[in-house]
């Protein structure tokens, strides 16, 4: 399956590149669930929920997706099939037809992926997406300023020098206490309205205050 899911993805890039579904939601989800295999482990998933075998999510939850499950794996069905007559009779040719069904392929794909995580994980919020760009802003302004003043050369980031690991989350962390007090380390805020990043370690930052 995951050389088909490669296969199909080089052909979707191909022949219907400016129709893709959206894959915005993909920055909701906690990084440890970003791997290459995702879509594979998706497959596996809807095949399970298909088969009635609830082995990630509540039976409840299951039940609730095992349409989406059905209808993504028909519409797998379906590429196969006319992706296979379509390199029979005119291979390299993408008409209307085999378009649409990628087309409605990659969309209950996405819809598919969407919902299967969600059940399994809690997803980012659009303001913590937003709390986590402020502290990303914060650690770029950090460095800027850093190499202004001397901290860093330009050749230790360069160099993928260790001690950076160290030394820029320190200097952003005194950045955003102490030049920044309005950004996303603003002990003014409650931790709630933190970024999960930060929010547990509120004590703390106000020692280090």
């Known amino acids: 399956q995951a050389h088909l899911l490669a296969v199909l993805e080089r052909i979707m890039e191909e022949c219907i590149p400016t129709e893709r579904h959206s894959r915005d939601y993909l920055v909701k989800f906690p990084e440890e669930l970003l791997v290459d295999n995702l879509g594979n482990h998706m497959l596996f998933a809807a095949e ?27 519409s797998l069905e379906l590429v196969r099939t006319v992706l296979r007559e379509q390199s029979l009779s005119q291979p390299n040719s993408y008409p209307e037809s085999v378009r649409a069904v990628l087309i409605q392929f990659d969309r209950l794909f996405a819809e598919f992926e969407l919902s299967y995580v969600s059940s399994l994980v809690a997803v980012k919020s659009p303001d913590e997406i937003y709390r986590q760009q402020e502290i990303i802003v914060l650690f770029c302004e950090t460095v800027e300023r850093a190499l202004h ?22 200097l952003a962390i005194i950045s955003g206490l102490l030049i920044y007090p309005e950004g996303p380390l603003s002990l003014e805020r409650s931790p709630e309205e933190m970024s999960k990043v930060f929010s547990p370690f509120y004590n703390l930052l106000k020692k280090i205050r």
Request: charged content about 20%.
């Open 48 to 74: 399970c929920l298909l088969a009635g075998t609830f082995l990630e999510v509540e039976e409840s939850d299951g039940a609730q997706l095992r349409p989406r499950a059905r209808n993504l794996l028909c």
């Open 149 to 170: 003043l001397g901290y860093l050369t330009q050749e230790m980031i360069d160099g993928y020098e260790p001690l950076l690991m160290f030394t820029i989350p320190r």
